[in-house]
């Protein structure tokens, strides 16, 4: 009912940026929340960042001060502004997103991943 589609990874020398969108299509009523993960390699999957819908942000502490979540919420799209990149900062990148699904209010909460995008830092 809901597909989140990524875009914007790739290979970027270490110090360099990238910035992932992902946008959320299909039935919905309202976001709860957008959120973005990774997961390198050998690694368990984590949380990256995480804002609400009125706005509030959380990041993970190895990230703060590098990267900044944001919203579009007229396109229900999600951004990661990603800084001062590290190799550490390697991984597969998954948006995550609360949505309220449709066709209408009350409607029901459920939660979706994209499908995943590569983000990769040489040093």
């Known amino acids: 009912q809901v597909q989140l589609v990524e875009s914007g990874g790739g290979l970027v020398q270490a110090g360099g940026s990238l910035r992932l969108s992902c946008t959320a299509s299909g039935n919905i009523v309202s976001i709860n929340n957008m959120s973005w993960y990774r997961q390198g390699p050998g690694k368990q999957r984590e949380l990256v960042a995480i804002?609400?819908?009125?706005?509030?942000?959380n990041y993970v502490d190895s990230v703060k001060g590098r990267f900044t979540i944001s919203t579009d919420n007229a396109k229900n799209t999600v951004y990661l502004q990603m800084n001062s990149l590290k190799p550490e900062d390697t991984a597969v990148y998954y948006c995550?997103?609360?949505?309220?699904?449709?066709?209408?209010?009350?409607?029901?909460?459920?939660?979706?991943w994209g499908q995943g995008i590569q983000v990769t830092v040489s040093s």
């Open positions: 995550y997103a609360l949505v309220r699904v449709g066709p209408a209010l009350p409607g029901r909460v459920t939660s979706y």
């Open positions: 804002i609400t819908s009125g706005g509030s942000a």
